[in-house]
């Protein structure tokens, strides 16, 4: 009950009658305060308007409340990731979304971690059973990027790009990282999670770590509970459509917002091979014209670095 209260509250920016409160969902005024009290000690600051009734104060709270069905919420946990493939492995339903508050031990990609430990910003992990070979699995880290990149461009107004393969970037800056894990047997896929992480209220980064949020973007706070949503969903959206087409449903639009198209760059693949990306192919390889003819790049294998070493 307390999670159609809050959806009133936070659809009426005004007061809130208890009376009408109780109305609504047909109980009486005493357990219309028990949930107010409930929502206070998630940490939602409802105000108490005498006589009149309720008002919703602060919005941007993670919390339960904010997700129904498909979502698994903890208020703190080590990585969505790892929780997520845990259930895939017991038999979690596709389009599952594992989020939480607060990620202590967030992973990225090639080992390294993924810190964000005020939780100012978001992580979440979509569980996907897709009918593919384990190669293809892959094309679904960049189907989430395009999917986030929707989302946040939607929601800011602002160039956000992808840095090959999925890196969101805005203003020459990491926003957002994708981890994409999979269970498989040889030539079948039984589980993919893909795993995203958002800065969105975070205010600073260490100066190591050339990272931007929405809010230092923006100037102004984003609801973390309505991010988690929309990309979700949008994330299940693309993927509907690659369960069809694979990944030909998105590779004009992954190229248009490809950061690195028709920009030296130089893969860290052991040989440090350099050239100018020119956008994907219909395997989500990355081509790259290089003095000895285009080569391909996998997404699963190497990272890139722009010219004289920079982000991009
Ligand atoms: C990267 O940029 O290296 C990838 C970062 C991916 C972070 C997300 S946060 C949600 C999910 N859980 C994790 O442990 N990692 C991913």
Not at 54 to 77: H, M, N, P, Q, W
Not at 121 to 130: E, M, W
């Given at each position: ?14 007061v ?69 493939k ?34 100012d ?10 009918n ?57 896929t ?10 969105v ?76 990306a ?35």
């Open positions: 009950m307390y999670r159609k209260i809050l959806n009133i509250l936070k659809a009426d920016n005004s809130v009658s208890g009376e009408y409160l109780a109305n609504a969902l047909g109980v009486s005024r005493a357990a219309v305060w028990k949930s107010i009290d409930k929502l206070r000690q998630m940490g939602y600051d409802i105000e108490s308007v005498k006589p009149k009734g309720y008002r919703l104060t602060k919005t941007d709270v993670l919390s339960a409340a904010e997700f129904g069905d498909g979502f698994i919420y903890y208020d703190e946990c080590t990585s969505t990731n790892n929780i997520a845990e259930l895939a492995h017991k038999g979690a339903k596709e389009g599952t979304v594992v989020t939480c508050g607060i990620q202590n031990s967030g992973k990225g990609r090639m080992g390294r971690v993924w810190q964000d430990k005020n939780g910003g978001v992580a979440f992990s979509v569980i996907l059973r897709p593919v070979h384990p190669s293809e699995a892959p094309c679904l880290t960049l189907l989430a990027g395009v999917a986030a990149a929707d989302v946040l461009r939607a929601e800011t107004a602002k160039d956000i790009g992808i840095k090959w393969p999925n890196d969101l970037v805005l203003e020459g800056k990491k926003l957002s990282g994708i981890l994409t894990e999979m269970s498989a047997e040889t030539d079948r039984e589980f993919v999670v893909v795993g995203v992480g958002i800065n209220n975070n205010t600073s980064f260490p100066k190591d770590i050339n990272a931007i949020s929405l809010k230092m973007a923006c100037g102004k706070e984003f609801s973390r509970a309505d991010i988690i949503k929309k990309t979700s969903a949008r994330i299940l959206e693309l993927y509907k459509d690659f369960e069809q087409n694979r990944i030909d449903g998105i590779v004009e639009h992954y190229n248009e917002l490809c950061v690195n198209k028709k920009r030296f760059v130089r893969v860290l693949d052991g040989a440090n091979t350099e050239g100018v020119l956008g994907i192919n219909n395997k989500g390889e990355l081509l790259v014209e290089t003095e000895k003819g285009i080569i391909s790049v996998f997404s699963g294998e190497v990272s890139l670095r722009g010219e004289d070493g920079k982000y991009i």
